[in-house]
Structures are given as C-alpha cells and as structure tokens.
C-alpha cells in the first residue's frame, strides 16, 4: 500500500467531467421541462407576459395552457348591458341581438381542442354556445351570400369564413368556456370556435356577424397567414 | 515590463480560423433565430416581419449553423473537437477558480492558473451547447408539431423553447459584457476577431496555456 503524495500534480491533468454534466444536465432539464410543462401547461408564459406588452400589443397570460393574444391594448371590454350583436349583410332578416337575446339562443356544448399557429396546443377544451344554423336560420343570409365577416370589439382584428366553413360540425360562437362564462382575455361575451383551423380564425369580442358576398383577407392574412388556416398546414401562403 | 515575454512576439495565437468561422456562424445565426423567433412570437413584432419570411428564416438558420458546424467537423474535426475536449472537463485549477467566486471571475488577481479557457468559459460552453440541442429538440417538435398536433405535447415544447432561449439569451448578455466592456477580459475579444490575443493579458489570464505554448517554443 503506498501513500499519495499530498499535493499531486497530475499529468496529464485530472479531468473532472463538470461540463459534461453541465451540458448532460442542461439537456435533461429541457426533457422533464417538456414532460411537466405539457401537463401544467402555461405556466412559463408569465414570465415573458412584461416583454410581451414592451414589444407592443400583446399580452401573454398563463392560464392553464392558453396563451394569450391581442392586437390592441387594452382588450375590450363587456358590458352585458351594452353588449349588441349585430348580424347583418346580405340576409333577409338582419338583427341586433342584446345579450338577453343572446342567452335566450338555443345552444350546445362540445369538447375539442385548440391548436395555435405559433405551435401550441390546449386539448379538451369545453365549449358552449350557438350553432352557425341556429343564426343562419334566424337571419336567413341570401343565396349569394357565401362568406361570413367576425367583426372583433377589438377593432380592427376581423376574419372570414366561407359559409361551407362556418357550416362545419363543432363550429360554434362560444359564450363558455370550461363550465364558466368566456373571461376578458379569451374574447368575452363571444367568441368564434374552429377546432378545424388555427386559433387566429377564432375571433374573440365578436361584435358583429356580417353575410358577404365577396371573399375579403382576414388580420392576419393580409400579413401573409394562410386565409384557409386548416389546423396540420403551414398557415401561411 | 514582464522580462518573460523578452525576444517573443507580442501577441500569441489563441483560435484558429475555423474556430473563428464557427464562433461567427453561430452568432450570426443567433442573432438571425433571435430576432425571426421574436417577429414569430410578439403579435407587435408580427408586422415588422411577416411569418412567412421570420419562418423560413429561422428554420434556414438553424440548418445553416448545423450544416456549417457539421461540415466544420468532419474537414477540421481538430478545431470544433478542441473547444468540446475543453468544456466538457474540468480540472482541479479550475475547480479552485470557481470556489474563488464572483471576485475571482472579474479579477483574476490570486486565481489558480487557467488554460486555454477558464473554468467560467468552460460551463458555459458546456450549458450553451447543452441550451442549443433543447433548443433544435423543441424546435423540431414545434416544426413538425405544426402537421402533427399530437407531437406538440400542449405547450410543453413552447414553453421550454422560451426558456432555453431566455437562459441562452442571459448567457450571451452576460459573454458580450466580459467581451466587450470588463476592462480585465476586454482583451480577449481580439482573439475571437483576429485570432491572436496579448500575450502578456493572456499569461494573466491562462497562465498555464501560455506557459505550455512557450515550452513549445510558440
């Protein structure tokens, strides 16, 4: 048995692999990050939420996997009051519908899942509210009228969809969300839900619902996103 | 004047040219990710540059810093191997250095001798290397997530994206304040520009380096 000497100077030098725990550690941490964070969902989206607004209209809000987005600040405000949806254009029957009105409209519930462009997703999202048909039924668009306006609160964030769009199953104008009236940054009274398409065709703070004749770009797509946001495509022309 | 440095040029070599390319790929390529993924993030920043130009950007410069480390590699595995060889251990100089603390990462005054890169420059190569394969992990989930919405996994790949990017982004605030304004590191940013460093600030601060390279007659 011999004794080591007691300041040995080794070489060639010890190597102690810190940094390969360093960077093998790095790489697990962003794993179980993935894994944990899918499950919670949002939770890092407040930390960015303070450089979002710095860039300029946008809020990032953590809420149970959503994001949260806007175009003008600060997001509208609902006044049940107030609160008129009109839908007009190229019907028979044009309306203004107060918010009693609204909640006297026969509605359903569906559950199904959002998807974001930007590559997030929420699953199994509660909804409830007013089928295309039971509006289309009410103001009875012409036969020429093949496009359907959203016009947001949230001036001047507007979309389009082809009428056979707004016609699709699990297509609906949502008041609840999750078993509770739609909250301010999720687009209160109302919003569009198409599980079909990217979260942008859903407008939040509809305020008005308007028959067209002629296909019009929507926000986001005269800033070059795809008018058809079908949810599995690119989004953007 | 140090009488060491007598009849020795001035200024010693401390990377190569392929380690200079590479150092200024991936900053050109950080930069050009940075400022795509913001436009692809902040609605605000949306229309400064559309998505369809800030994708193809970002996704091109993230092949582009692939493609031109990977053919850095395989033609001068020597240079790229080095830098890895460095960061992924460290020794018992290095250790000490690090116990020394924060005075000892700004004033190398009294620190153990460092080689070619110090302890501080060590770990953090190793965690950025370490940021950038979550980054192009999560990336790539976010790409293909974007047909397969099940890869997506919630927001679990958005999220950690975030964060590796704002920890990367920390760490290169931090690099490019040793660089460019910490009057004891400062001169190191002649090295990563044109190569060769001050040999009297570099036996200063990577004493040991120095001293292995002039017993190699360098």
Known sequence: ?237 | MPTADAGRPRRIRRFSRVQIAAHLLLAVAFLAMLWTGMCLYFPGLAEVMGRPLAKSVHLWSSGALIAGLAVMAVFRPRDLGRVVREAEALDRDDVAWLRGGPRRVVDHRGAPEQGWLNAGQKLSTAVMLGLLVVLYGTGLVMWLGAGVTWLRIGSGAVDVHDLATILFVLLVLGHLYLALLHRATRPALRGIVTGDVDREWARANHGRWVREMEEQGR
């Open chain 1, 1 to 237: 048995m011999t004794t080591p000497p007691e300041h040995p100077t080794p070489t060639p030098r010890e190597r102690i692999p810190i940094g390969r725990a360093a960077f093998l550690g790095t790489i697990a941490l962003g794993a179980v990050g993935v894994a944990a964070l899918s499950r919670l969902g949002g939770g890092v989206g407040g930390l960015i939420a303070d450089a979002g607004s710095a860039v300029g209209a946008s809020g990032i809000v953590p809420t149970s996997g959503w994001r949260i987005y806007n175009v003008q600040d600060p997001m509208p405000t609902f006044d049940s009051a107030s609160y008129e949806l009109v839908v007009d254009g190229a019907v028979a029957n044009p309306v203004r519908l107060s918010w009693a009105d609204v909640q006297a409209t026969p509605m359903e519930e569906q559950v199904c899942d959002f998807h974001c462009v930007t590559g997030w997703s929420v699953y199994d999202v509660t909804f409830r509210g007013i089928r295309p048909q039971t509006l289309i039924d009410l103001v009875q668009p012409k036969p020429s009228a093949q496009h359907v306006n959203f016009q947001s609160l949230e001036e001047p964030y507007f979309d389009q969809l082809t009428l056979e769009q707004f016609l699709l199953p699990e297509v609906m104008l949502a008041v609840d969300m999750d078993g509770a009236p739609l909250t301010r940054p999720h687009g209160s009274p109302m919003r569009l839900v198409i599980p079909q398409m990217y979260g942008y065709k859903g407008v939040k703070w509809v305020g008005r619902i308007t028959f067209e004749e002629e296909p019009t770009l929507g926000y986001w797509e005269t800033r070059g996103y795809a008018a058809d946001a079908w949810v599995g495509t690119d989004a953007y022309r």
